[in-house]
């Protein structure tokens, strides 16, 4: 653990508040195939991302903080990229624009972003310049194209 540790761990609550929040506004109007398709990824995902990186930060040797902190990363990835679905979802027929739907796949980029940074990290092969990367980097841009819609549709 690091002090550029408390930045990132902070956005997940930051960002996961900011996907949920709109969903809850909606009062979680999805329809019930939709929602079935949903939870049948939460199910896979969650499993995979058990399989592949939880159990080893888990049974690794590492100190109780670490493993808190490398567990902290896939569940925030987890929960942030099944809640950007759901606001995807949500907002789909919603009249909101363009911009609103760019920042949902950004949040949804960055998630996955960091669910393939920690497989490859706990798999040992992590470079810098890897597909984790080049995700991180996508979703600043979708991030930054997000506000200027959303900037561009205030001035209609």
Known sequence: PSLADIPWVIFYFVAAAAVVYPIVKARFKIPTKEMLILIALAIVLISVVYVTTLQPILAGEDELSIKVLSVLYPVGGVILFLA??????????????????????????????????????????YQTGSFSDILYYTSQLLFAYAFFLQLKIGEQ
């Open 84 to 125: 950007t679905i759901a606001l995807f979802l949500v907002m789909k027929k919603t009249t909101l624009g363009s911009g609103w739907l760019t920042f949902v796949l950004a949040f949804g980029c960055y998630a996955v972003a960091d669910l393939v940074f920690t497989y490859l990290e706990a798999a040992g092969t």
